[in-house]
């Protein structure tokens, strides 16, 4: 037969030569399979069945991936017929070889169409896997099923819960896959479609593999292992995917099915998923207006750090770790030293734990080039200062940054909280100044936030947004009108005050830590400033009981994990244990602060999330009444990327929308008159939203745009 082209969509395309179908889809940037796109392959499908001349038929896709899943926006789409499901189905039940052509992503419906094909051949490039996790879901299409049939429990469980692609090798390795090919799969699918049609070969639906059934006995067994890891894991998507893959074996392929749907849509509604979904939108949202459009960024291959200590050495091995070349300056031949063996001991950490391949343990090392000679600023493209929170030494630092540095160098300091107006007058380059707000460990914390004084030239700010990115960072941006106020630092701020309030009110610190982990937190807030560096954070300055115990503790001795110990003793190469050593300080605490606070005796962890939920809240809302943040979205942002606020929560002020504006502002309001803190009394912008019949979300921009996941 000749080459006849058939008019779908113009998302999918439909072509036959030489008896077999092609059936492309063509749905930039990555193929989402949105609900245009499943209309197009359902027709596409009815048309190659329909055609006698038709012998087999191959499933491929334009650009450089394959499909990377659905559409964001088209969830609540995803019942709309054809649902995925039934789509999946009826190319699993073709009378005719159906085969898949796969380059680049194919992930979550992209993989799961792959999944009920019958046969998939592979580029090298391909990866392949499951990431509904993400959006706390579980597979809607079948393929928690199918991937369960052809690879076991093991291998499935830890794809769907993870969420982590795996490479095509591999994937031929466990049998998700039939070929690996080098050039161009869909050639190679054309070829082996031509070859079934003269054999013969009939269809291979998925659904009647066994492989993955073959100990039941061990299948089993990997469930339980799972479920007993699982036990405290707050994600509701993680226990319905381990009930699917046990589903897998002990009910007909129809029933699990039906379950799988049943779960999806029950998660797709729920509070998690749409908590997640915020979360990545929000964090698209502040990435995408960290740099902005229309000032290109300056190009950054050369930094120049000054200042070796614990925030200096980590930003050293994010900029490593990305590739650049730098050059550490610090004060003398000892401190270069001790930096030295701080930078080279943690890769050498990152090696071990598997973050590093060996063999580039010494490439980086061979990028860092680290002494006490200034001179050295005048190669640098951006020079970043790190050297504590003195605002004296760091002014003097810019003086000589300013002048030691070439004209156009960006001069930026990661400190947490500069005086950006007076380190732009020190430097005398005032168009060149910026803030890089990093926070501790700075290797690992996703969070940069990115600050432009009035001063600041038009391009420092997607200058700094793009060197945030090439660092893997998630850059956030304050209103330039904040004057240089945090986003994530308040908010953070009235979680400590809130943790140091229960301290008070009797509670240790492993038990308030203990309260937040179980309300989503990945540390509680004590772990979290000892993370920090209590000096870093007790130069903050911050008012009431939170500053006062950061003050005490400080003056105590106690720094945090760096130095050893803070909240809690950090022996090396051991676990964290309460650091014992505080109990008297604590004892002083409680004897001056207010009796009660408000606490019908010593806090339950019930009452301590809650409180801690209503106080960030209540700071989020005064920064966006203050016009610090200009989208309760970048708070959110903010605290998912810098201090481990759970995502299927979404973020503080997704949070309040999900509890409800009006009950919010109540709760405030009884904290408020029963404490007498400041803390707790209600922003009048939640009077304004309550009366407008708004919430924050509203106050949001529209979404980020079509990005699949």
């Known amino acids: ?244 893959v046990e589903a897998a074996l002990l009910l007909p392929f129809e029933a699990a099915l039906a379950m799988e749907y049943a779960h999806f849509a029950s998660l797709a509604g729920g509070a ?130 300013g002048a030691a540095s070439r004209p156009g160098t960006l001069l930026a300091s990661a400190g947490l909280a500069p005086d950006l107006a007076a380190l732009a007058r020190a430097s005398s380059r005032p168009a060149d100044v910026l803030g890089l707000r990093f926070f501790t460990p700075a290797r690992w914390v996703r969070l940069v936030e990115v600050v432009c004084p009035p001063t600041a030239a038009p391009d420092l700010a997607a200058s700094g947004g793009a060197f945030a990115r090439m660092l893997g960072k998630l850059p956030v941006s304050p209103d330039p009108s904040g004057d240089g106020d945090s986003l994530a630092l308040p908010v953070f701020g009235a979680l400590f005050a809130v943790a140091a309030g229960a301290l008070c009110a009797g509670a240790d610190p492993p038990e308030i830590d203990t309260a937040l982990r179980d309300y989503g937190f990945a540390l509680g807030p004590f772990q979290l400033a000892d993370l920090a560096g209590l000096d870093r954070l007790a130069a903050l300055g911050w008012p009431g009981i939170g500053g006062i115990l950061l003050a005490e503790i400080m003056a105590a001795g106690f720094a945090g994990k760096e130095p050893g110990e803070g909240f809690y003793r950090h022996p090396a190469g051991a676990p964290a244990r309460p650091a014992r050593e505080l109990d008297a300080l604590t004892d002083r605490l409680r004897k001056r602060a207010a009796p009660g606070g408000g606490w019908a005796g010593k806090p339950t962890k019930a009452e301590i999330a809650d409180r801690a939920a209503l106080a960030m809240a209540n700071a989020g809302a005064r920064l966006l009444a203050s016009e610090v943040a200009r989208h309760p979205s970048d708070i959110d942002a903010a605290m998912l990327a810098g201090f481990t606020y759970p995502r299927w929560r979404g973020g503080p002020m997704q949070a309040a929308d999900t509890s409800g504006l009006l009950a919010v502002r109540t709760r405030l309001r009884r904290l408020s008159e029963c404490t007498g803190e400041a803390l707790f009394a209600p922003s009048p912008l939640f009077d304004v939203l309550i009366r407008d019949g708004l919430n924050f979300e509203g106050l949001n921009p529209a979404s980020a745009g079509q990005r699949p996941v």
């Open 1 to 244: 037969m000749g080459h006849g082209w058939g008019q779908m969509d113009e998302r999918v395309r439909y072509s036959t030569r030489d008896g077999v179908a092609f059936v492309t889809i063509d749905n930039p940037p990555v193929n989402a399979i949105s609900l245009v796109v499943r209309t197009g392959l359902q027709e596409a499908l009815s048309k190659a069945l329909a055609d006698a001349e038709v012998g087999a038929i191959v499933i491929a896709a334009q650009g450089p991936s394959f499909s990377a899943g659905a559409d964001l926006r088209d969830l609540d789409c995803g019942a709309v017929p054809p649902r995925l499901t039934d789509l999946l189905r009826d190319i699993e039940d073709a009378p005719k070889p159906v085969l898949a052509a796969i380059q680049g992503s194919a992930l979550g419906g992209g993989f799961e169409l792959a999944l009920a094909c019958h046969y998939r051949l592979v580029h090298t490039d391909a990866q392949l896997g499951l990431p509904d996790m993400a959006l706390g879901l579980v597979p809607s299409g079948g393929g928690s099923q199918r991937l369960v049939r052809l690879a076991g429990a093991r291998v499935a469980l830890d794809m769907l819960i993870s969420g982590r692609p795996i490479s095509a090798e591999l994937a031929v390795r466990l049998g998700l896959a039939d070929r690996l090919v080098r050039k161009s799969p869909g050639r190679a699918a054309f070829m082996a479609a031509r070859n079934f049609i003269q054999a013969k070969t009939p269809p291979r639906p998925t659904r009647t593999c066994e492989a993955g059934f073959a100990n039941p006995d061990d299948f089993l067994a990997a469930v339980e292992e799972r479920r007993a890891a699982a036990e405290d894991d707050k994600r509701e998507a993680v226990h319905r995917a381990i009930d699917l």
């Open 272 to 401: 998690q998923a749409h908590g997640l979904r915020h979360a990545i939108l929000a964090e698209r949202r502040a990435a995408r207006r960290s740099v902005p459009a229309g000032h290109p960024p300056r190009p950054v291959a050369r930094v120049a750090v000054l200042g070796g200590g614990r925030l200096g050495s980590g930003i050293v091995r994010a900029c490593l770790a990305a590739g650049l070349a730098v050059n550490l300056v610090e004060q003398d031949e000892a401190a270069v030293l001790r930096a030295r063996r701080r930078i080279a001991s943690g890769i050498a950490r990152d090696v071990a734990q598997g973050h590093l391949a060996p063999d580039q343990r010494a490439a980086q090392i061979a990028r860092l080039n680290a002494g006490h000679d200034i001179a050295v600023l005048s190669a640098a493209d951006l020079v970043l200062e790190a050297v504590g929170e003195d605002h004296e030494t760091r002014r003097a630092v810019f003086a000589r940054a």
